[in-house]
């Protein structure tokens, strides 16, 4: 089974440009986060899904964030325009929900998409 | 969700076993302790949960106190590769919308 595929894994932009991360959740998985890990820190959460519903984004910067979760299968999240704060890895993860055993709230990490901005 | 705090580093010598701590002394009653890690470059990676009973995957062991205030992850014999950030979560596992919250972990060092 095919695991969380994020793309890019790498990203170097000048400020002020836009950028869109795109992930590929586990085929069958109902929910999908989006978390930002700065260096030295755990991973924040930026956004969650259940299916195509974005049901937490508080955390979200909504002025130059966005994402989406078309068919609520894969997602994208973009920046625009991006400042220099915003470097970090961006992770993307997804569970399949819906029970209380280990297939159902082991939350499932992608390798995440470096972003430097510069 | 309940806040939980580690150590900040923690040194392990090859083949013996790693004893991770946690706090999680405001733990509510419906939130099971999670256990990840995450290797350099790499995405957090599931060890172990549980609730109140101690539990033991091929990963590792999971030691939660009576009083459920603080949990113990146990690698049993730890090697190179077990190198990496250990973070402890406290969450509602069953049913609704939940979030994986994560502090700033443990970084784990093996030592040959």
């Known amino acids: 089974e095919a695991g969380v595929v994020q793309s890019p894994r790498y990203k170097i932009i000048e400020k002020k440009q836009p950028v869109a991360f795109w992930c590929n959740p586990i085929s069958g998985h109902n929910t999908l986060y989006w978390y930002r890990q700065n260096l030295g820190q755990g991973p924040e959460l930026l956004i969650r899904?259940?299916?195509?519903?974005?049901?937490?984004d508080s955390q979200l910067p909504k002025d130059r964030f966005s994402a989406e979760r078309l068919k609520g299968v894969d997602s994208t999240l973009k920046i625009q325009p991006a400042e220099l704060g915003d470097s970090a890895v961006y992770l993307c993860a997804s569970r399949r929900g819906g029970g209380q055993g280990r297939m159902n709230t082991e939350a499932f990490f992608g390798q995440g998409t470096r972003l430097t901005v510069v | 969700d309940a806040k939980t705090t580690q150590p900040p580093s923690m040194d392990c010598a090859e083949g013996r076993a790693a004893n991770l701590p946690c706090n999680h002394s405001?733990?509510?009653?419906?939130?099971?302790v999670y256990w990840y890690r995450q290797i350099h470059s790499q995405g957090p990676q599931y060890i172990i949960h549980g609730l109140k009973n101690n539990e033991t995957n091929e990963m590792a062991s999971l030691i939660i106190t009576e009083d459920r205030k603080s949990s113990t992850l146990i690698l049993p014999h730890a090697t190179l590769r077990d190198t990496a950030v250990y973070y402890c979560i406290v969450r509602v596992a069953s049913g609704g919308y939940q979030k994986v919250t994560f502090g700033t972990g443990t970084k784990l060092q093996v030592i040959p």
């Open positions: 405001t733990i509510s009653g419906n939130e099971y």
């Open positions: 899904y259940e299916n195509e519903e974005a049901v937490d």
